[in-house]
């Protein structure tokens, strides 16, 4: 069985972060591991609502993942700090995994910051360039690129061959709503490729991103081509979108198990 480790915030509310992502690896069929980089936790009735781990907790949980278990693929998620950021740079350095999937996560769905401002440099600098693939949404490439990206299909494009030039092996720009479809261009370095499913008119779509890149890691871990892997993903989440859950307040979440149920 293939091992997966997710490092990445926890959501309380169960639809993002490390929740979704090992609710898609069960779904996919493969060992998943966390480590916990903060916890997510919103809410009315406490003054705080996001609290970051040590950085020496963080080492222990990855030394504890790959010592007694081993990795065949790495997902990173919420970072936030540039600390974080500098010390899973690090750890991944020291580790041989051939599948690093970095999700650039920056925003939350209820607009709550996921990455500090002076941390996304270091993302830049440190973490990208090791991945086997990038996978962020327009907002967050807007971010990376520091500029606005309109939602055009020939302007996507030419945004995902800039983010390869922060050198990962390639990029997924998930660039959401173009003519009623849900559309991801990717990138290697030689040919583009577009993705496209048709678009669901829901706002429940809490942990979509988390579940698409997870989904994408387990796939490449079980040795599947990457556009074989991120087709497979693409189906993955939009059935977990066209079946999502709303608790009737806010952002309902995803149903990370409705492509079995189908």
């Known amino acids: 069985m293939k ?31 966390s480590v916990i980089t903060a916890t997510v936790a919103n809410n009315s009735r406490t003054n705080q609502g996001i609290f970051i781990r040590d950085i020496e907790e963080i080492e222990a949980q990855f030394y504890a993942a790959t010592e ?47 990455l500090a401002d002076d941390a996304i440099e270091v993302l830049k600098k440190q973490l990208i ?34 983010l390869y030039e922060l050198k990962p092996q390639a990029v997924l720009l998930k660039g ?5 479809q849900a559309v991801d261009i990717y990138y290697d370095g030689h040919t583009v490729e577009v993705f496209r499913m048709p678009l669901i008119d ?18 490449l871990a079980k ?6 892997a991120i087709q497979t993903s693409k189906q993955f989440v939009h059935a977990a979108i066209e079946h999502a859950l709303s608790f009737g307040t806010g952002i309902g979440s995803v149903r990370h198990g409705a492509a079995r149920q189908k």
């Open 176 to 180: 959401g709503n173009i003519d009623g």
């Open 3 to 33: 091992r997966v480790l997710t490092i990445a915030g926890a959501a309380a509310q169960g639809s993002a972060g490390i929740q979704a992502d090992l609710k898609t690896f069960q779904e996919r069929d493969v060992y998943g591991m």
């Open 202 to 219: 829901t706002i429940h779509t809490s942990g979509a991103g988390c579940t698409y890149a997870a989904c994408l890691t387990a796939e």
């Open 129 to 162: 360039p090791q991945a086997t693939v990038i996978t962020p949404n327009r907002l967050e490439a807007e971010k990376l690129l520091g500029r606005e990206i309109p939602s055009e299909l020939y302007v996507l494009k030419e945004a995902a061959k800039e």
């Open 68 to 114: 007694m278990v081993g990795v065949d693929a790495i997902k990173t998620g919420m970072l936030f700090s540039t600390k974080i950021i500098e010390k899973v740079s690090s750890l991944l350095k020291e580790l041989p995994v051939p599948n690093k999937v970095v999700d650039p996560v920056m925003i939350g769905k209820m607009g709550s910051q996921l």
């Open 223 to 228: 040795n599947v081509p990457m556009k074989e």
